[in-house]
């Protein structure tokens, strides 16, 4: 399928002297820094708790890149290996560039704005707590099981492992992150770190395309408008909408807001990972995202559920902007 971005929402203006952009197919791996972690991590216990009384030190990976104004850092805290796996020779893997530019995985396409073909992925979910345990199952083997307490709303602290990114802004302005996520039925948050609460999902935009029969990127070409989400972040922060269809499947896109200098923002998925293509930052003169079309413009395109192009006569359910109403 021809790739054509056609409602793609979001494009920042022409790139002035304060933008900057950062790729991850341009970094360089070989600089991530090992490093043990122990705060949270036990080594024994079960599926329902930890035993606090048997401490495990873990490893994981950070990564750092920057641009004028902003410093990211990357984090990725894969599970450990059973006994069995280190005997085999197993090491973890910590990071995984994926993509191609010429693949349904890449946001290289008409209109994306800006174009990225490679992704950073991070392993672990993030979690305060981390442990490790063996079970015995029905066969009578021990098998080893890693388990996680995850983030939510209303915690007083950051996760400890997993993968996440931060994003510590040392000028005010706006940033675009291109991000891939595999599971997206759960909540997908931009954290404020000196408040521990996700921003507000109305200063939240994004632009987000479903996987299908590979990805969807609008509605000419066979794109479905089904599988495409623009406008702000939804309010329970699952970047593939509940629109009855989209439920479970990877996603790829940007998330656009607002940063304030000295402040640090972090992006991550309590249940899942998030990959990394890059990011955008226009230093602030004004608000440097706009959308191309208004999503309440009333002129845009109107799609039936089958896809198909009609009119504004047209009866019943309707897609416009990526979101449906019933026209009676």
Not at 218 to 229: A, H
Not at 288 to 312: P, R, W, Y
Request: overall charge negative.
């Amino acid at each position: 399928m021809k790739k054509i971005f056609t409602l793609i929402s979001m494009a920042f203006v022409a790139m002035s002297m304060n933008a900057q952009i950062w790729k991850a197919a341009d970094f360089d791996l070989s600089t991530a820094v090992l490093s043990d972690l122990s705060e949270g991590i036990y080594g024994g216990g079960t599926e329902d708790a930890p035993d606090t009384s048997i401490p495990l030190t873990i490893k994981t990976s950070t990564i750092t890149g920057s641009v004028e104004g902003i410093t990211m850092t990357g984090v990725s805290t894969p599970n450990s290996l059973s006994h069995k796996d280190v005997a085999e020779g197993k090491t973890p893997t910590y990071w995984e560039l994926k993509g191609s530019a010429g693949g349904n995985d890449a946001l290289v396409t008409t209109d994306c704005t800006p174009q990225f073909g490679k992704y950073l992925m991070p392993m672990g979910n993030p979690g305060f707590q981390h442990w490790e345990y063996y079970e015995t199952n029905s066969a009578g083997d021990e098998v080893f099981r890693a388990k996680d307490t995850y983030w939510t709303i209303g915690a007083t602290a950051m996760p400890a492992k997993g993968a996440y990114w931060k994003f510590a802004a040392t000028k005010k302005g706006s940033l675009r992150l291109a991000i891939y996520g595999n599971k997206n039925s759960d909540p997908t948050y931009i954290v404020d770190e000196s408040t521990k609460q996700p921003l507000a999902p109305s200063t939240v935009n994004v632009s987000i395309y479903y996987q299908n029969t590979g990805f969807s990127y609008g509605n000419d070409e066979g794109g479905n408008p089904l599988y495409f989400n623009v406008g702000t972040m939804a309010e329970d922060y699952v970047l593939q909408h509940t629109n009855g269809v989209t439920e479970n499947r990877p996603v790829l896109g940007y998330i656009d807001f607002d940063v304030e200098a000295g402040k640090t923002y972090w992006l991550f998925n309590p249940k899942s990972q998030i990959g990394l293509y890059g990011f955008y930052f226009e230093a602030d003169g004004g608000t440097s995202i706009e959308h191309t079309k208004m999503l309440n413009d009333n002129d845009a395109e109107l799609f039936n559920l089958s896809g198909q192009k009609v009119d504004k006569n047209y009866k019943g359910i309707l897609i416009q902007n990526g979101k449906k109403f019933v026209n009676k």
